[in-house]
């Protein structure tokens, strides 16, 4: 499997919001998004391993200003039959302080890390999100053969409300 695609687009993302952050004011940086602080949601994502899958999760989320900190729990399952459970907790910052606006997240589950984009209504209503993680684990698996190789990269969608 070849990740520069999606390093590029991750880098792409990056530079984007760095370049259109730098363009503004720094007295320029609008009213504070969100308009609520606690989010609820589900995420769903799919697997780029050896054996692709699936996934599905439940998500808690605080947000401050371009902060946030969440716990996610989800279950997964690759076509080889591996089953995985995730439960974790991440830090995302957004990158712009536009309501839609690129994030890179960091978690604490296996090592993750994500950058996508994300879609928000300034009056605290719902948001999408989409990105690209990176699983890398933090130490060996002792799961079956039928486990994937690492890393792994899992395209997601989430909706918090």
Do not use: C
């Amino acid at each position: 499997m070849r990740l520069r695609p999606i390093a590029g687009l991750e880098t792409a993302l990056l530079i984007a919001g760095a370049r259109n952050a730098a363009a503004q004011s720094l007295a320029d940086d609008g009213a504070p998004i969100p308009g609520k602080i606690v989010y609820y949601g589900m995420a769903g994502g799919g697997f780029i391993p050896g054996s692709p899958g699936l996934a599905a999760s439940g998500i808690l989320a605080l947000e401050w200003k371009r902060l946030v900190v969440s716990a996610e729990v989800g279950l997964g399952e690759t076509f080889s039959g591996w089953d995985r459970f995730r439960a974790g907790g991440q830090a995302v910052a957004f990158l712009l302080p536009d309501a839609d606006a690129p994030y890179f997240l960091a978690g604490a589950e296996q090592g993750t890390f994500v950058g996508g984009y994300a879609f928000r209504r300034p009056n605290g209503g719902r948001q999408l999100w989409f990105g690209a993680r990176g699983l890398i684990p933090i130490a060996p698996h002792a799961y079956n053969a039928a486990a994937p190789q690492f890393p792994v990269v899992e395209f997601m969608a989430k909706l918090l409300l």
